[in-house]
Each structure stands twice: as structure tokens, then as C-alpha cells.
């Protein structure tokens, strides 16, 4: 049976749980979650600004009505589009991370890998909406990190009419700092 792991203030809250466990939530779902706003020009400008992007489709109104209808946004602005505001009136409800409830061994959790693919443009107007997905967990592994398991989640991002924008592969590693597999196994993986 799973159990909530208590963690210290401002520190992931892990679901702990067996491997076996972990597994019946291969396919499992998150409840779609909205942005906070419109995909925006201010926006837009603002971070083209700080990486000096001066891609015409992000800049110049005309050129990006002919080429794409709109300005449309960088494919690296996916995740501001959904970062949850810090503050609010009446106060911020934390978001929960599908990778956080899979009941699994582990207190440490690190970003291995991600993937992209862009299928369509992120116009101005566009409000979006994301659904994360528990697509493979690893038996267990031993790395220079620790013991643990290797996590695929895939989000797929859509806009308002249902069009999906882009999905996004994630692989994370949830492990335990320097602790020996459960075989006593010494193997090591890079």
C-alpha cells in the first residue's frame, strides 16, 4: 500500500511505494490543467528580448500573418505558457506532479532527459491545456546517484480547440542517494 512520504517544508511530498506497485500506474493520467493566460505578444517580446530571438515570425506582424496567420510564440516559451502564477487573490492551490504520486522507492528525484515535438504553431490567442501520461518505469538501476527507478512521462500540450501543439517526453530518475540495489548488486550505469 502507498503512503504519502512526509518531506521537509518547500521539498517534493513522494508517494513511496514498491516497484510492483509503481507499475500499476504505467498509463495513468493527470487531470487536464489550463494556463493561467492567452498566449501574448507582450510575452512573447519580452522573452525573444532576453535570448535575442529576432525571428521575423515573433517580431514582424505582417511577415508572421502571411507565413503562419499570427505572431506566433518560440517553441521554448511551451512551459511559461504553463507555469502556475505565484500569487493570486484567495491564494495558490500547488500543482501536483503525476512523477510525484508514483508509488516507488526513492527521496531524490533528477531530470534525466526530454524530448519535444512540435506539431503545431503557438499562436497569439491560443490558451493551452496539458494532460501528463506515466508511460514506462524502469526496473530497478544502480547509478553513480544512487538505486532507483528510470521515469518516462509524456505531456501533450492542446490548444483550445483540441489541436494538439506539442507533446513533451521526460525521463526523470526517483532514487535513493548511494544505497546498494535490493540484489546487492554492484553494477554500476553512467
Request: include cysteine.
Amino acid at each position: 500500500m502507498a503512503t504519502i512520504a512526509t518531506a521537509h517544508q518547500g521539498a517534493p511530498h513522494f508517494t513511496m511505494g514498491t516497484y510492483e506497485d509503481g507499475l500499476k500506474m504505467i498509463g495513468a493520467k493527470s487531470e487536464v490543467r489550463f494556463s493561467e493566460s492567452e498566449i501574448n505578444w507582450p510575452m512573447i517580446k519580452y522573452y525573444c528580448a532576453l535570448v535575442e530571438d529576432a525571428n521575423p515570425s515573433y517580431w514582424d506582424g505582417d511577415f508572421a500573418r502571411e507565413r503562419w496567420g499570427s505572431i506566433i510564440a518560440p517553441p521554448g516559451m511551451l512551459q511559461v505558457w504553463m507555469s502556475r502564477i505565484q500569487w493570486k487573490p484567495g491564494g495558490i492551490t500547488p500543482a501536483a506532479s503525476l512523477a510525484d504520486s508514483i508509488p516507488l522507492p526513492g527521496d531524490t528525484l533528477i531530470n534525466v532527459s526530454t524530448e519535444a515535438e512540435f506539431l503545431r504553431p503557438m499562436r497569439i490567442g491560443d490558451q493551452l491545456n496539458v494532460v501528463d501520461e506515466i508511460a514506462a518505469i524502469s526496473p530497478e538501476k544502480t547509478t553513480r546517484l544512487g538505486t532507483g527507478h528510470f521515469v518516462t512521462t509524456v505531456a501533450t500540450y492542446r490548444n483550445q480547440r483540441g489541436e494538439v501543439v506539442a507533446r513533451n517526453t521526460n525521463q526523470l530518475f526517483r532514487f535513493t542517494k548511494n544505497q546498494p540495489s535490493s540484489d546487492g548488486a554492484a553494477g554500476k550505469e553512467a
